[in-house]
């Protein structure tokens, strides 16, 4: 006879199968023991630079139960952003994929809040929360310890079945469910991220000083760019794709099937002129509901201008 868990724990993972999620693993809510001392490490290194927030909220970063009270349930989600389309010129400063479309964080809290809906439909009282990057939950230990991949040595969750080009989301819940297992770590000997980082970033595998790596130099770092990564950004303005493109198990990623994800056709068309010249009327235009405005306009004419002055 199948029992209550494992009827909702079913139809937790078709639902969201069928709202698009690529996978769907669940865990069980307690707090993150191997966790604690690498992420203390990490941030008595400064690794986090002026990421302030990583260290706020120690407690909660750890512990489901302390963010979410009577929480018994992690369920992960990961979500396809990878897309075979380019930038047309290739002197074109170049931005990440993932905000190539419409910002993930709407797209993809909307999908949350339905299958939060729909869990409440069709089970009763759950009381939870739902999460996409904004809130202090370590979403790549939760996915590796629901199966959904493991931490590559460039730090990024990889699939076997579908690479690393995908968002991670959660819903902390206080309802009791089947909890998947752990995955193997299959990176092996390869070291093509540490070897590609363009300013060495992955100190070592399975380490990454944050303060170097690109995406936190054109987004989270507010100040100046420091005049020694002169030379070193490989022409990124926002983002950067480098460690997950060489990752060989990316060449089992496949195009995103998501709507809001395809990517504006004046964005991919734009001469690295046109992002030179930009005004800020062009940027709010072009990028009105895109990741790309964290960074702001200044934001954006500064990391332009110090990857092509």
């Given at each position: 006879?199948?029992?209550?868990?494992?009827?909702?724990?079913?139809?937790?993972?078709?639902?969201?199968?069928?709202?698009?999620?690529?996978?769907?693993?669940?865990?069980?809510?307690?707090?993150?023991?191997?966790?604690?001392?690498?992420?203390?490490?990490?941030?008595?290194?400064?690794?986090?630079?002026?990421?302030?927030?990583m260290s706020n909220h120690f407690d909660k970063r750890l512990n489901p139960k302390i963010l979410v009270p009577g929480s018994k349930s992690v369920i992960s989600l990961l979500l396809?952003?990878?897309?075979?389309?380019?930038?047309?010129?290739?002197?074109?400063?170049?931005?990440?994929?993932?905000?190539?479309?419409?910002?993930?964080?709407?797209?993809?809290?909307?999908?949350?809040?339905?299958?939060?809906?729909?869990?409440?439909?069709?089970?009763?009282?759950?009381?939870?929360?739902?999460?996409?990057?904004?809130?202090?939950?370590?979403?790549?230990?939760?996915?590796?310890?629901?199966?959904?991949?493991?931490?590559?040595?460039?730090?990024?969750?990889?699939?076997?079945?579908?690479?690393?080009?995908?968002?991670?989301?959660?819903?902390?819940?206080?309802?009791?469910?089947?909890?998947?297992?752990?995955?193997?770590?299959?990176?092996?000997?390869?070291?093509?991220?540490?070897?590609?980082?363009?300013?060495?970033?992955?100190?070592?595998p399975y380490q990454i000083d944050g303060s170097k790596c690109i995406s936190y130099l054109t987004i989270e770092l507010k100040d100046r760019i420091p005049s020694e990564f002169k030379?070193?950004?490989?022409?990124?303005?926002?983002?950067?794709?480098?460690?997950?493109?060489?990752?060989?198990?990316?060449?089992?990623?496949?195009?995103?099937?998501?709507?809001a994800f395809k990517p504006n056709d004046e964005l991919l068309k734009m001469t690295k002129r046109e992002w030179e010249e930009m005004t800020e009327d062009i940027f709010e235009s072009?990028?009105?509901?895109?990741?790309?405005?964290?960074?702001?306009?200044?934001?954006?004419?500064?990391?332009?201008?110090?990857?092509?002055?």
């Open positions: 006879m199948t029992s209550q868990k494992t009827k909702y724990t079913k139809l937790i993972k078709t639902q969201a199968k069928a709202l698009g999620f690529h996978s769907c693993g669940i865990s069980k809510a307690e707090f993150l023991e191997n966790e604690a001392p690498k992420l203390e490490q990490w941030l008595n290194q400064n690794h986090h630079g002026e990421m302030n927030y396809n952003y990878h897309t075979d389309q380019i930038q047309i010129d290739p002197q074109a400063p170049k931005i990440s994929k993932y905000a190539f479309g419409k910002d993930y964080h709407f797209v993809i809290k909307e999908k949350l809040k339905i299958l939060m809906s729909y869990i409440q439909k069709e089970i009763g009282q759950v009381g939870g929360r739902v999460f996409v990057d904004s809130a202090p939950v370590m979403d790549k230990a939760w996915a590796k310890k629901s199966g959904l991949g493991w931490i590559g040595k460039n730090t990024n969750l990889i699939s076997k079945k579908a690479g690393s080009f995908f968002f991670i989301a959660e819903l902390i819940i206080d309802l009791e469910l089947e909890y998947d297992n752990p995955t193997t770590d299959h990176c092996g000997s390869c070291t093509a991220c540490i070897d590609a980082c363009p300013t060495e970033a992955l100190i070592e030379g070193k950004m490989d022409n990124w303005a926002f983002g950067c794709d480098v460690c997950q493109t060489v990752c060989p198990w990316n060449r089992f990623a496949t195009p995103n099937e998501e709507d072009i990028f009105e509901n895109s990741s790309v405005k964290r960074t702001k306009y200044l934001g954006m004419k500064r990391n332009i201008k110090f990857i092509t002055k």
